[in-house]
């Protein structure tokens, strides 16, 4: 079998399973974006005076600040993933989403941490994505009204989401020596290329969500360490962090890449 015979075979493969999945995927994707403000609205209920503490002795802010600072993330997480799920008013709860990013990232002085500012940027990738989804449904409402062939601020959406996911990517890249190391970010970052630039987009982003998955759940088994070690906080923030990519990618299989992209440049050639 030849190189373009795998390639049409691993392409129809793609294309069945989004015949046979494209009524679920979209709400599995987008639960699996949101888990990690789910996740963090949780944790902020069940760690608050540890966050408050925390701000407070960070920004020296004083106790009233401190608690309005974990009740806004608390509040403001929570409500936006509730109207997410429930399809209500998801472009003002990806506003909402985007300025918690924004604040955590001052809060939390993520700001000069390069690998954690890279994750919340790829974080507001994936948000972005969700907004063009959000878009689209309200244009599918008017269904036989005529329509220009795609709006511009969606495309451009979707073509900024799939580049910031790749940030998400990079802070996943394993920089020893090792063959197997070498391989998976060989294998890895081509494929991300692909999703960025648009090209075998459902394939590649098909193809990342297994993988990424795999991962996930083998370096980040959060629940394979006690609760009252560090570590399992940690590896619980990787976890839920990497879930919100492959959602993010997961909407890229559901919606495609766009008017932005080689996919869709071919069919015009």
């Known amino acids: 079998m030849g190189q373009n015979d795998l390639m049409g075979t691993a392409e129809d493969f793609a294309d069945q399973f989004l015949r046979v999945t494209k009524q679920y995927l979209p709400h599995v994707a987008r639960l699996c974006l949101i888990s990690t403000f789910l996740e963090d609205g949780i944790h902020m209920w069940f760690q608050w005076s540890e966050q408050r503490d925390y701000i407070d002795t960070t920004w020296n802010c004083g106790y009233l600040l401190a608690s309005s600072f974990v009740f806004l993330n608390l509040l403001g997480q929570l409500t936006g993933c509730v109207l997410v799920l429930s399809r209500n008013f998801v472009q ?25 500012l890279m994750r919340n940027l790829a974080l507001g990738g994936g948000l972005l994505l969700l907004l063009a989804e959000s878009r689209s449904e309200g244009k599918s409402m008017f269904a036989g009204v005529p329509t220009m062939r795609e709006s511009s601020p969606k495309q451009y959406m979707q073509l900024g989401g799939r580049v910031l996911l790749v940030l998400m990517f990079m802070t996943l890249l394993h920089l020893d020596a090792s063959f197997f190391s070498i391989v998976q970010n060989i294998v890895g970052t081509a494929l991300m290329i692909l999703v960025a630039i648009g090209f075998k987009t459902k394939l590649a982003a098909l193809t990342l969500v297994v993988w990424l998955f795999a991962i996930n759940v083998y370096f980040n088994a959060f629940w394979t360490i006690p609760v009252y070690k560090p570590m ?32 869709e440049k071919k069919k015009e050639w």
């Open 92 to 116: 003002y709860a990806c506003f909402g989403l985007f300025g918690i990013i924004a604040l955590q990232t001052i809060a939390y002085s993520i700001l000069w941490d390069l690998k954690f």
């Open 232 to 263: 399992h906080d940690f590896l619980k923030y990787d976890f839920f962090q990497t879930m919100s990519v492959i959602g993010g990618l997961l909407l890229v299989v559901a919606l495609g890449p766009g008017g932005v992209s080689m996919d």
